[in-house]
């Protein structure tokens, strides 16, 4: 059928539900997938291309060194003619650099530099397309290595007792190979070395490989190479290979989501080019369906082109993250260098954490209560930023106490580049991302956010400041270790001078007395913070030794502002709300939202960048004194919107902000309107219905005798009349009585008011 379909000249005929259009071939492919250079040249092609003698270039070719450069030379079958039907050839990569360099430019093909990993030196290569086979490279590497080895002993005469006695002394030495082990090369094994250089040079060095190792095995599938190849010659199953495969580098590289699909518009894209190489064994085969194998002797079989062909050119995804998705591509893909984190500025890396404060106090009712300190570390100059909580009775850490502490580090340091959250803490920052990631959009790109686990070199730096150290069990466990702190110095020196400390272990507390509960702090919480304030600039006067050299943060600060580092700040800090706002959904109703808090009354909250919007929108509502709400739709900030002022009955100035917001509205709608044009909806639908096929036709499916209808016809007729003459014949009716009952003898004799008034 599907041979029928084909022949018939239909395009995109449907068969069992499937379809196969006929397609072009690509026009513009990304490279011929199976083109490998022929890089062995002919004592003529080394003659025209450094533009010497054919004589002197065979003979170069012979004594497998020329300029200074070591060739590599292999034998080959020409048929008649050189010595005995052979001849030397020479790879254009040992040539000397000049004529290599020559040789690629004459082919059209781009030299990049790249350090060469043993010389440190810079060296020129071809484009990855035309680079040699690693296994090449390696047995190369490994044959100059060989070389190396054995040059001293071919300096000497051949057969001489001084080769022999260097020969015996080379062996008694261990020697590093270039798989980094150390050992010594037997006598018997250099004698083979020599041996093989003498005869063929390099190349007699190099490990013998078989003919076919990395051959490919099949052209196209096994299945289809079975099939077709009793039917077409080498050069058009080359061909069919080539489309099949850059076919689908251009899937991977189009941006095609996963292998499945890749594989099924492979397939069909088989099943087309078969098609039209007129196999009329093909043809008379039933088309079958997707995922039919070779065993069900189908179209869709025998071309099937399973998932490992596919994901052998997976790579070439890389080309569709490039062009679709930059951001992946600039983190992910392009290449990054080390950095040592000594030269950090300040405020380049502000680590935060939740850190516990083994200091007791109680509350007003008398209840025992631990201060919580959310603390921000700069790993360049090693200040710390503290905000202390005092939590109710099974209270924890809330964003709002997070929000209040991020304000008032950025109110003093400025705005940090990059903040490193430490997820090990007794407080998860998973809640917070989002809104750190809405900050960093509207500082455009001011501030980036990251997790301590994804950077090793940033935690080994924190772990490694011997400072600040203290460990730290991850609040939630997702089976790593939790990062040293960087916070343990200050309770271990500063905050253990503090009365209620407890010296970290709350089960087994430092008292004053054996046996009895330690002394709370004296003090409420105003006392606290000054106290602990003090510990604070202690900590940050006092010297410290290791990275620091002696200088105390203060010291240090001090000593990048000499240098002219200044602090970033925010031309407007309210946007700082937005790392630790809640994301509510709101309908919008002409410009107001609205937000319902927690603990109080509803929120209005106006904009005239709302009105007119008839979809939801994204509020973010700050997590503390939300005094406006940001605005976003599908991600992006519309506006930030702010409370609803309410008027009096009698006040003017409603009537004002209402006229006003009119203007704005009139304003939107005039602004859309200059970008439409005016169309008349029944013209359009009358275009567009012209694109659709009439009404069909309807076939004769039946012929009724015309004659029964005549018949019918004159029988409703006389009906007709003899209604009519019953009609006319049936005598007249009686009128209509009021009272359907005879006279009432009762009332023979009884005359009503209205007979008398009459008389």
């Known amino acids: 059928m599907g041979q029928a379909l084909r022949k018939s000249d239909l395009e995109g005929a449907s068969v069992d539900g499937s379809a196969i259009v006929t397609l072009d071939r690509i026009a513009d492919p990304i490279a011929d997938p199976l083109r490998t250079l022929e ?42 003619g050189g010595a005995g039907g052979k001849a030397l050839q020479v790879h254009v990569d040992s040539l000397p650099a000049d004529l290599r360099e020559s040789w690629y430019i004459s082919h059209g093909i781009t030299l990049h530099e790249k350090p060469d ?39 000497l005469e051949k057969g001489s ?101 890749i594989t099924e518009k492979s397939t069909t894209r088989l099943i087309e080019m078969s098609r039209g190489l007129d196999v009329l064994a093909f043809d008379a085969l039933e088309l079958g369906r997707c995922g039919d194998t070779n065993a069900k002797g189908t179209q869709f079989g025998i071309c099937n082109v399973n998932r490992r062909q596919v994901e052998h050119h997976r790579e070439y995804a890389l080309l569709a993250i490039k062009d679709k998705d930059n951001a992946t591509f600039q983190d992910s893909y392009m290449p990054s260098i080390r950095r040592d984190y000594t030269t950090l500025l300040p405020r380049q890396i502000v680590v935060g954490d939740v850190h516990p404060v083994d200091i007791m106090m109680r509350r ?120 040293e702190g960087a916070f343990g110095n200050i309770e271990q020196v500063f905050f253990a001078t503090i009365p209620g400390w407890t010296a970290g272990d709350r089960m087994n507390k430092k008292t004053h007395a054996k046996g009895k509960d330690p002394v ?14 003090k510990a604070l600039e202690w900590y940050h006067k006092r010297p410290q030794h290791g990275r620091l050299n002696g200088m105390s943060p203060n010291e240090a600060l001090r000593n990048f502002i000499d240098q002219g580092w200044g602090k970033t700040t925010l031309s407007r800090p309210e946007v700082l709300a937005l790392a630790f706002a809640e994301e509510i959904e709101r309908m919008p109703d002409r410009g107001r939202v609205s937000y319902t808090p927690r603990r109080g009354e509803t929120m209005y909250f106006y904009a005239d960048e709302l009105l007119g919007l008839d979809h939801k929108i994204t509020l973010r509502v700050p997590a503390f004194n939300p005094e406006f709400v940001f605005c976003f739709a599908d991600g992006e900030l519309i506006c930030q919107a702010f409370p609803e002022q309410t008027f009096g009955v009698l006040d003017g100035a ?17 602004e859309k309107r200059r970008h439409v044009a005016l169309l008349s909806l029944t013209e359009e639908t009358e275009r567009h219905i012209a694109h659709m096929p009439d009404a069909p036709e309807a076939p004769v499916a039946a012929i009724v005798d015309a004659g029964i209808i005549d018949r019918m016809a004159r029988m409703d007729a006389e009906a007709r009349e003899n209604a009519l003459a019953d009609a006319a014949n049936k005598s007249p009716r009686k009128p209509l009585e009021q009272w359907k009952t005879g006279p009432v003898k009762a009332l023979e004799n009884f005359k009503f008011a209205e007979e008398e008034s009459d008389g």
């Not at 001084?162 to 002394?169: D, K, N, P, V, Y």
């Not at 190349?203 to 095995?217: M, P, Q, T, V």
């Not at 099974?394 to 304000?407: C, L, P, Y």
């Not at 009537?655 to 709608?669: D, L, S, Y």
């Open 654 to 670: 409603g009537a004002q902000e209402v006229n006003r917001r009119g203007k704005a509205f009139r304003r939107q709608i005039a």
């Open 520 to 533: 709370a702090f004296d003090g409420d919480a105003q006392a606290f913070l000054e106290t602990a304030g």
């Open 117 to 155: 990993t043993e010389t440190g030196k810079t060296v020129l290569v071809p484009e990855q397309t035309y680079q040699n086979d690693a296994r090449f490279e390696a047995d190369l590497a490994l044959a100059r290595w060989r070389q190396e080895v054995i040059r001293p002993i071919l300096i």
């Open 364 to 483: 007003p009712d008398g209840t025992v209560v631990y201060p919580k300190a959310i603390a921000w570390y700069d790993v360049a100059t090693n200040e710390i930023h503290m905000t202390f909580v005092l939590l109710q009775p099974g209270e924890g850490i809330r964003r709002e106490h997070v929000a209040q502490s991020f304000e008032a580090m950025v109110e003093e340091w400025g705005l940090p580049e990059l903040l490193y959250l430490d997820n090990g803490s007794e407080y998860s920052w998973d809640a917070m991302i989002g809104g750190f990631t809405q900050l960093s959009q509207l500082t455009q790109g001011g501030l980036k956010v990251f997790d301590l686990d994804g950077d090793p070199n940033v935690a080994k730096r924190v772990a490694n400041g011997r400072e600040a150290v203290v460990r730290s069990m991850p609040y939630n466990a997702k089976g790593k270790p939790g990062i």
């Open 161 to 261: 007792p001084a080769r022999a006695e260097l020969i015996e002394q080379l062996a008694q030495t261990p020697r590093l190979f270039p798989n980094g082990k150390r050992k010594a090369v037997t006598k018997q094994t250099l004698y083979n070395w020599v041996k093989a250089f003498e005869a063929e040079g390099l190349n007699g060095l190099i490990r013998k490989r078989r003919a076919d190792s990395g051959a490919k095995r099949q052209k196209v599938t096994r299945a289809w190479d079975a099939f077709f190849e009793a039917h077409i010659d080498a050069a058009k199953h080359a061909e069919i290979s080539d489309e099949l495969t850059t076919y689908i580098r251009s899937l991977w590289a189009a941006g095609e989501r996963g292998w499945r699909s």
């Open 39 to 80: 890089k062995w040249l002919s004592g003529g092609d080394l003659a025209a291309l450094a533009g010497i003698a054919d004589r002197v270039a065979r003979k170069a070719i012979a004594s497998r060194r020329w300029r200074g450069a070591d060739l590599l030379v292999q034998e080959v079958q020409i048929g008649r």
